[in-house]
């Protein structure tokens, strides 16, 4: 790995190790809640105080670089820059306020628009992720082999049930699958597509913090990702996308290509 890389990576790893004992404390302490674009899309004073301490710690080091990140206003950032990073300090902050599981921290960084590295950190499992371009994704320093492939029939489909509800071919994609499970976190979710327990996580209004970071380790441990039309996913975009695991994609595509 090239030098500033692996010094990038470094710096993220103790980032991380950094905020997560903040995030695990908070979930015991009460919580300061706020709703944005409905009453059941809520924020919470965590979520802001970690995407501020990942935006102190990336300005000091690395001024030069851009930040997209879910709890701050990203006008025109992705044009402006040609190192970006893209910060969803707590993915899945629902299930962290009432669940109190099934959380993580996403951040990955990009250069030139392609994805370098990508970081998960599933707090309540103390689990975590990462993965670095060409050189494999990693759980706690191991090594993520490429899972084997599942087909359709045989795995469990994980995919926004209201979204679901409102696609009819949703119900059959489900249908053909083996049967249906859902975190409600897209970290979450996409890791059981990665670990090879999911053979697949679709999803229809993420934002690119929900699967920037997802899909550097699609490249590095051999998982197909897309738009519902076969197209590329735009980390700085969002919308639908599959994470799928090689053995269901094609059959998952064709019928999402419908939608
Ligand atoms: C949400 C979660 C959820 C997914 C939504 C996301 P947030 O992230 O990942 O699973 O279905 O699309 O917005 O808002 O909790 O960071
Ligand atoms: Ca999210
Ligand atoms: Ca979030």
Redesign the pocket.
């Known amino acids: 790995m090239e030098k500033y890389l692996r010094e990038i990576h470094e710096n993220v790893t103790s980032w991380i190790h950094e905020i997560v004992p903040f995030v695990q404390k908070a979930v015991r302490n009460k919580l300061t809640i706020n709703t944005k674009s409905s009453d059941f899309d809520i924020v919470t004073d965590v979520d802001k105080k970690v995407e501020q301490f990942f935006r102190e710690k990336i300005h000091q080091a690395y001024p030069s670089h851009g930040i997209i990140g879910?709890e701050s206003d990203n006008t025109n950032v992705k044009n402006s820059f040609d190192c970006l990073w893209v910060i969803?300090p707590?993915?899945?902050?629902?299930n962290f306020v009432k669940q109190k599981d099934h959380f993580c921290l996403l951040i990955s960084f990009y250069e030139k628009h392609v994805g370098q590295l990508g970081y998960m950190y599933d707090v309540m499992n103390h689990d975590f992720y990462y993965a670095i371009r060409g050189h494999g994704a990693y759980l706690n320093e191991k090594r993520i082999e490429k899972p084997a492939p599942i087909r359709l029939r045989e795995g469990l489909v994980s995919a926004?049930i209201l979204a679901w509800s409102q696609h009819r071919l949703f119900a059959e994609l489900l249908d053909r699958s083996f049967g249906y499970r859902y975190f409600?976190?897209?970290?979450i979710?996409s890791i059981h597509v990665i670990n090879g327990k999911f053979a697949a996580f679709v999803?229809t209004?993420?934002?690119p913090w929900?699967l920037a970071a997802q899909l550097i380790f699609a490249e590095e441990v051999g998982l197909k990702s897309s738009k519902f039309d076969g197209s590329p996913v735009n980390y700085t975009v969002g919308g639908d996308w599959i994470l799928a695991n090689e053995g269901c994609y094609e059959e998952i595509v064709e019928l999402t290509k419908r939608f």
């Not at 409600?184 to 970290?187: H, I, L, N, P, Q």
Request: charged share 40%; with cysteine.
């Open positions: 879910e969803d707590i993915d899945g902050t629902t926004d409600g976190c897209s970290g979710d999803s209004r993420s934002g929900d």
